[in-house]
């Protein structure tokens, strides 16, 4: 025993400074037990507490793991997933959490709703016991960033990070639209003037990079991602100066992925895009060939950027702006859509330069969306469109499946858990579709969950509980 605490002990100090193992418990509590480090966390800090217990309390090991084992099994939010970014762990809105509700309105089935001051559409995302949002307040100038318990919704810190000009924006847009990302330590934020924040859990601006002075005809709509110590942002612009098409309705060559140290705010590379034009799809993390690459759409193109250089790996080139729809991911290959241009593509991954005339899998002209992103879950690609109609494709093929009408207006993207599929109206209705057994037939009806307040901002998905961001609130949903 004594050897192998030895052993785990130097692999805590790898990992973390000793002295503060016991009084890091209460934060690690719920954070990491969903990943292989998680359980060694849990490992290194009870052989730490041990050796502390046993010098200074007598106490037995056998007591003390009980203790441990005790606190892991009675804490439902150990097991859970932390919904970190736009679109939950993965960035493609599939959750592997189950018990999630099926049935709801404003007076059932609500754990807490909680009046968020201010106007934005960013979705909320969480991390073990909080739940974060921003929005703007004061006819839009100020930019906050609110902290949320999960248990009671009860606002923990609301931190006004600096003001900026309210801009020209879609009537769909808000001042405080980009969803936050956070590495379990550090909130990153992103306003509609291209401003970021980091804030620590408790509400520290630890830096702000205001550098970009950004404007889009159709406001600032993309998420931030990490990768390792970057926060990656696709930064697609048009001009705010004659000829204002530029960028909008005419490609230019002013739009770029940056990359900025997590740690400091300063900038570590610019991926230009060339020829391109507006787009509000997040880009996401993928895998070719054992390298990652940075995926991230604009209007006209969609790319890959080496994330250690920001180098353009390839360009798969299209016709249609803005580009909202992030891409989806499954069967080895890249959907996407660009808006109101040409159809749903499917994109081979292990492309170089332009191999637009080579990589496009297929293509299917029915029922593109406008606005929401695409959801796959194997064998299925899903999407809705702005009108409600909710399709399913052949994820492989692209065969048209089946639709279903909804109902509605749609700009939130659908989210998959529990086998279960939820898409949010933006008139505050949530339909919950099972898919049947056999993909060619239409998916059932569950349930249609009215919350009467209007809605754009994407589900969020907390243990077995739903986060909904409506006009004036935010609803926890399930008991």
Same mark, same amino acid.
């Given at each position: 025993?004594? @050897?192998? =605490?030895?052993?785990?002990?130097?692999?805590?100090?790898?990992?973390?400074?000793?002295?503060?193992?016991? +009084?890091?418990? &209460?934060?690690?509590?719920?954070?990491?037990?969903?990943?292989? !480090?998680?359980?060694?966390?849990?490992?290194?800090?009870?052989?730490?507490?041990?050796?502390?217990?046993?010098?200074?309390?007598?106490?037995?090991?056998?007591?003390?793991?009980?203790?441990?084992?005790?606190?892991?099994?009675?804490?439902?939010?150990?097991?859970?997933?932390?919904?970190?970014?736009?679109?939950?762990? *993965?960035?493609?809105?599939?959750?592997?959490?189950?018990?999630?509700?099926?049935?709801?309105?404003?007076?059932?089935?609500?754990?807490?709703?909680?009046?968020?001051?201010?106007?934005?559409?960013?979705?909320?995302?969480?991390?073990?016991?909080?739940?974060?949002?921003?929005?703007?307040?004061?006819? *839009?100038?100020?930019?906050?960033?609110?902290?949320?318990?999960?248990?009671?919704?009860?606002?923990?810190?609301?931190?006004?990070?600096?003001?900026?000009?309210?801009?020209? !924006?879609?009537?769909?847009?808000?001042? +405080?639209?980009?969803?936050?990302?956070?590495?379990?330590?550090?909130?990153?934020?992103?306003? %509609?003037?291209? %401003?970021?924040?980091?804030?620590?859990?408790? $509400?520290?601006?630890?830096?702000?990079? =205001?550098?970009?002075?950004?404007?889009?005809?159709? @406001?600032?709509?993309?998420?931030?991602?990490?990768?390792?110590?970057?926060?990656?942002?696709?930064?697609?612009?048009?001009?705010?100066?004659?000829?204002?098409?530029?960028?909008?309705? =005419?490609?230019?060559?002013?739009?770029?992925?940056?990359?900025?140290?997590?740690?400091?705010?300063?900038?570590?590379? !610019? @991926?230009?895009?060339?020829?391109? /034009?507006?787009?509000?799809?997040?880009?996401?993390v993928i895998q070719v060939e054992g390298k990652d690459q940075i995926l991230s759409a604009a209007g006209d193109v969609i790319q890959g950027f080496d994330p250690?250089?920001?180098?353009?790996?390839?360009?798969?080139?299209?016709?249609?702006?803005?580009?909202?729809?992030?891409? +989806?991911?499954?069967?080895?290959?890249?959907?996407?859509?660009?808006? @109101?241009?040409?159809?749903?593509?499917?994109?081979?991954?292990?492309?170089?330069?332009?191999?637009?005339?080579?990589?496009?899998?297929?293509?299917?002209?029915?029922?593109?969306?406008?606005?929401?992103?695409?959801?796959?879950?194997?064998?299925?690609?899903?999407?809705?469109?702005?009108?409600?109609?909710?399709?399913?494709?052949?994820?492989?093929? $692209?065969?048209?499946?089946?639709?279903? /009408?909804?109902?509605?207006?749609? %700009?939130?993207?659908?989210?998959?858990?529990?086998?279960?599929?939820?898409?949010?109206?933006?008139?505050?209705?949530?339909?919950?579709?099972?898919?049947?057994? *056999?993909?060619? *037939?239409?998916?059932?009806?569950?349930?249609?969950?009215?919350?009467?307040?209007?809605?754009?901002?994407?589900?969020?998905?907390?243990?077995?509980?739903?986060?909904? =961001? &409506?006009?004036?609130?935010?609803?926890?949903?399930?008991?």
């Amino acid at each position: 025993m004594a @050897g192998y =605490r030895k052993q785990t002990l130097f692999l805590y100090h790898i990992l973390q400074d000793k002295t503060t193992a016991v +009084a890091k418990i &209460t934060d690690f509590h719920g954070l990491f037990f969903q990943s292989i !480090r998680g359980i060694l966390y849990y490992l290194i800090l009870i052989m730490v507490t041990l050796e502390s217990l046993e010098k200074k309390m007598m106490a037995t090991k056998q007591n003390v793991i009980l203790v441990f084992f005790g606190l892991i099994l009675s804490s439902p939010a150990l097991f859970a997933e932390n919904w970190s970014q736009f679109r939950g762990p *993965n960035a493609q809105g599939v959750a592997s959490t189950t018990n999630l509700p099926t049935r709801w309105n404003k007076e059932e089935n609500i754990a807490w709703k909680t009046a968020i001051p201010g106007d934005g559409w960013s979705s909320p995302i969480v991390w073990s016991e909080r739940v974060f949002l921003t929005a703007a307040t004061n006819d *839009n100038k100020e930019c906050r960033v609110y902290a949320l318990d999960l248990a009671t919704g009860k606002i923990l810190w609301d931190k006004h990070v600096f003001d900026q000009v309210p801009q020209q !924006r879609h009537p769909k847009n808000s001042c +405080a639209s980009p969803t936050p990302v956070t590495d379990g330590e550090t909130v990153y934020a992103v306003f %509609s003037d291209g %401003s970021f924040v980091a804030l620590d859990f408790e $509400g520290n601006i630890k830096w702000t990079n =205001r550098d970009l002075n950004y404007y889009s005809h159709h @406001g600032l709509g993309p998420s931030p991602i990490l990768y390792k110590d970057l926060l990656i942002f696709p930064v697609n612009p048009s001009s705010r100066v004659e000829p204002v098409v530029a960028g909008w309705q =005419r490609a230019w060559d002013q739009s770029f992925l940056l990359a900025l140290d997590k740690n400091t705010g300063q900038e570590r590379w !610019r @991926g230009e895009r060339g020829m391109s /034009r507006i787009s509000h799809a997040s880009p996401i993390v993928i895998q070719v060939e054992g390298k990652d690459q940075i995926l991230s759409a604009a209007g006209d193109v969609i790319q890959g950027f080496d994330p250690g250089t920001g180098e353009r790996i390839w360009t798969v080139k299209s016709n249609g702006e803005p580009c909202v729809p992030t891409p +989806a991911l499954g069967e080895g290959l890249i959907y996407t859509a660009p808006t @109101g241009g040409d159809p749903i593509r499917a994109i081979r991954l292990n492309g170089q330069g332009d191999c637009t005339d080579t990589h496009i899998a297929w293509e299917q002209r029915r029922n593109a969306p406008l606005i929401a992103s695409f959801l796959y879950v194997k064998p299925c690609l899903y999407s809705v469109t702005d009108g409600g109609t909710f399709s399913c494709l052949d994820a492989t093929t $692209g065969e048209f499946l089946w639709q279903l /009408r909804i109902g509605g207006t749609v %700009s939130a993207s659908p989210i998959y858990a529990d086998g279960k599929i939820y898409v949010l109206s933006e008139q505050g209705e949530t339909t919950v579709l099972k898919p049947a057994d *056999n993909p060619k *037939n239409t998916a059932e009806v569950l349930a249609k969950n009215h919350l009467e307040e209007d809605a754009q901002a994407s589900i969020a998905v907390a243990g077995n509980h739903l986060l909904i =961001r &409506t006009t004036q609130h935010l609803w926890c949903i399930g008991k």
